[in-house]
């Protein structure tokens, strides 16, 4: 296996950890910033590991996140400057959509890291695009029957919430009634007009690219007072001279004061948002909860609730962590959770592994699903029959054969 991700970060040393114990050889790791500096391809690995003689090794992605120097040379590669930007989009479902005040490669360079701080997730995005979709044509060059965990332009279809809407909702797959088609409100007034005329007055705005609650916002308006309430865990520091500077709290804050709304829900319009109705979710003593269903080689596996005192669950924001059987759920319950994720990554047919969020709604407690994470693996201290997630893929994902 030939593992393209972050050296030494949980995700890596999960899955080598995997491997040792199944008496597997440890996986070969490419690191993201190897290749965004050009000093390693796809090519140079085969040569060295002696994979260009008809020998196809399984190819998986991981999380580019947590290292500050592979973000920003996704946001250089995404850049209108940057070195075969023309072309290299392919992958992007809005590739054609122009990024908002566009950063020169120049003015990259001199980012200090501020941790949370949200730099330009829309550039970010289309440098990551544009990193996959050269790596899916050198695989392709190297080892036509090559294996992919997860296909490169699933992946990218999967981050942008947007396009992971328009696929579940064209494959069946139940899913909350967006407010309005991508891209056609472009301010928060827009918003609020479309909110009265459809009589939705409590919906959830989301950035295109965000993962991890990173740029969710759950707004709700009055209808009579014109009210307005926002939970979220984006934070904005204003400034007189230069542009405010938007970051992930990594906590949840409450906003009642339009001008900080409307500061907060324009940057995420100007981002590219799917913005999506509000559907009460199923409750546990008083608390909302969803399911995080891990899905493996098209059957459901680990999973686990997510509850919370706060319409957004997150396990990193003090939501806790309990059992489908603890919450209430019985078999029946359970199964149609499991069925509804495997269904959604079912849509991505190139792709084995997913996270998928799934919420039963309030009284009913149909199933919805929210989003579906093709990183969504690292789940601590969850096992099915015995396994943790990554020793379960290893066993799974091959159908038997060694990867």
Request: proline share 6%; net charge neutral.
């Amino acid at each position: 296996m030939i593992l393209i991700g972050n050296p030494g970060n949980r995700r890596t040393n999960g899955l080598q950890a995997a491997r040792v114990k199944l008496g597997m050889s440890p996986a070969v790791v490419v690191p993201y910033l190897a290749l965004l500096k050009g000093e390693i391809s796809l090519a140079e690995v085969a040569e060295r590991e002696g994979l260009q003689l008809g020998k196809t090794p399984w190819l998986r992605l991981d999380a580019p996140g947590e290292d500050h120097e592979v973000e920003c040379a996704l946001i250089a590669l995404g850049s209108p400057d940057a070195a075969g930007s023309n072309g290299g989009d392919r992958l992007l479902p809005f590739g054609a959509r122009s990024d908002p005040d566009p950063w020169s490669q120049a003015m990259i360079a001199g980012l200090k890291e501020q941790p949370g701080r949200l730099y330009h997730p829309s550039q970010w995005f289309r440098g990551y695009g544009r990193l996959l979709a050269r790596l899916e044509q050198e695989a392709a060059e190297l080892w036509p029957e090559g294996q992919w965990v997860n296909a490169p332009r699933d992946i990218v279809a999967m981050f942008d919430k947007r396009r992971t809407h328009e696929v579940l909702q064209a494959a069946g797959v139940p899913v909350p009634r967006p407010l309005a088609e991508p891209d056609r409100i472009s301010n928060c007034e827009e918003l609020k007009e479309f909110m009265i005329m459809q009589r939705k007055h409590r919906i959830f705005i989301k950035l295109a690219c965000g993962s991890g609650a990173c740029g969710v916002v759950a707004y709700q308006i009055n209808p009579v007072t014109g009210a307005e309430l926002a939970v979220t865990t984006v934070g904005v520091e204003s400034y007189l001279s230069r542009p405010s500077m938007f970051y992930n709290s990594m906590k949840i804050l409450t906003y009642s004061d339009r001008k900080t709304i409307r500061l907060i829900v324009n940057w995420l319009l100007q981002q590219g948002t799917h913005i999506e109705q509000w559907i009460a979710k199923a409750a546990y003593e008083e608390r909302s909860f969803d399911v995080r269903q891990l899905v493996v080689a098209g059957e459901p596996c680990h999973s686990i609730a997510r509850v919370s005192r706060s319409p957004i669950t997150n396990l990193h924001l003090r939501s806790e962590r309990m059992s489908l059987e603890a919450v209430g759920l019985d078999a029946n319950l359970r199964n149609s959770v499991g069925v509804c994720a495997a269904q959604a990554l079912a849509a991505f047919p190139d792709s084995l592994v997913a996270g998928v969020d799934v919420l039963l709604s309030r009284g009913s407690l149909r199933p919805y699903v929210l989003d579906i994470n093709p990183f969504g693996d690292l789940l601590y201290k969850v096992q099915f029959q015995g396994e943790d997630t990554y020793t379960w893929e290893l066993m799974n994902c091959a159908k038997g054969e060694q990867i």
